[in-house]
Structures are given as structure tokens and as C-alpha cells.
């Protein structure tokens, strides 16, 4: 093998998980749906759900449906 290969160790590996630049994305990012973004029929389901949701907690008298597996 030609060139520099660099090693890391698990310590540090595990340090770098918490950084705050590795939970932000890079500025110049390209959005691209379902791949850097939630695809948008992906945001649409997730509308559906909450409204859902929502009307289900808007209606007190209904009992919870249990699935059975």
C-alpha cells in the first residue's frame, strides 16, 4: 500500500461521536428528498400521522385499540 494510513483508536472514535460538529450538518449540504432530507411523501405520512393523532386525543370517549399479535 502506498501513501499514509492513519489509525485511530476506539477512544477517541467515541469522543468524536459527541461532538457538536458531528451532529450538524455540513453548511453547503445539497438537499436532496429521502437522502440529505426526509423524502416529501415521507413529510406528507408524517402529517397524516399527527393529524391523526390528534384527532384520535379529540375524541374522549373512544377506547384504544389493542393489536393482537
Do not use: W
Not at 437522502?35 to 391523526?52: G, I, M, N, P
Request: hydrophobic share 30%; aromatic share 2%; charged share 25%.
Amino acid at each position: 500500500l502506498a501513501g499514509t494510513h492513519i489509525i485511530y483508536d476506539h477512544k477517541f472514535l467515541l469522543e468524536c461521536k459527541n461532538s457538536p460538529v458531528a451532529r450538524t450538518p455540513p453548511c453547503c449540504l445539497p438537499q436532496i428528498p429521502g437522502v440529505t432530507s426526509l423524502a416529501q411523501s415521507s413529510l406528507v405520512k408524517l402529517e397524516e400521522l399527527k393529524e391523526r393523532n390528534e384527532s384520535k386525543e379529540a375524541m374522549p370517549g373512544e377506547q384504544p385499540r389493542h393489536m393482537v399479535p
